[in-house]
């Protein structure tokens, strides 16, 4: 079996992001993971060296999963690229914009599709942002092409502070459930932290 980081790695590694925060280390927004180890780690045991991985602004634990160095990636965050980090060698692309980088992984599976390839997608996303047009759109563009490419939907109930349901008046998600091919849905509880920094007011 591959071997990846370990649950308390990665809580480690998010527990020393959020100290150098703390200390106004980090003169740019951060995005902290917790709850969703077993969930990601689970979702890793499937990504492959070749695989992209497409993520939002909190991208830390998939930058660790696809074997981007702790150093490498804790430089990066404390020079403020936390909610960008984008890592062409470990194929990894990642945007602070809301769905920006749904469809740029869409694009990428189609190439990869084109060109009779083996190699697959993973994009993840929130649950607000997996409520949007953009989302419908590119989940049913890739799944009624067949493209090699599967959208992660991680569920905290929240986009920012906001109650995704309570917003859509939804009682679920349009793709909660069990994995279906294309998706994998879970949920856990993020409330560790905020939904961004880690929980102090810093001034700079
Ligand atoms: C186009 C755009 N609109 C608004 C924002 C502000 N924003 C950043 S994260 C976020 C919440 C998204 O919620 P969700 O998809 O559930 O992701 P979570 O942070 O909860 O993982 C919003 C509205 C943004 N970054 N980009
Ligand atoms: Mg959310």
Redesign the pocket.
Known sequence: MKSLLTKAELIAFETEIAGCFNKALIKAPI?LYNGNEDEILKVFRDVNEEDWVLC???SHYQCLLKGVPKERLKSDILAGRSISLCYRDYRIVSS?????VLPIAVGIALDIKRRGGTNRVFCF??????ESGVAHECVKYSVNNKLPIRFIV?D?G???CTN?REAWGLGKLTYEGPPDGYITYYRYD?SKYP?AGSGVRIQF
């Open positions: 995005h939002s602004w909190r602070g914009i809301v769905t920006g996303m929130g649950d607000m942002t997996s991680e905290n929240k986009s920012v995704t993020g939904h």
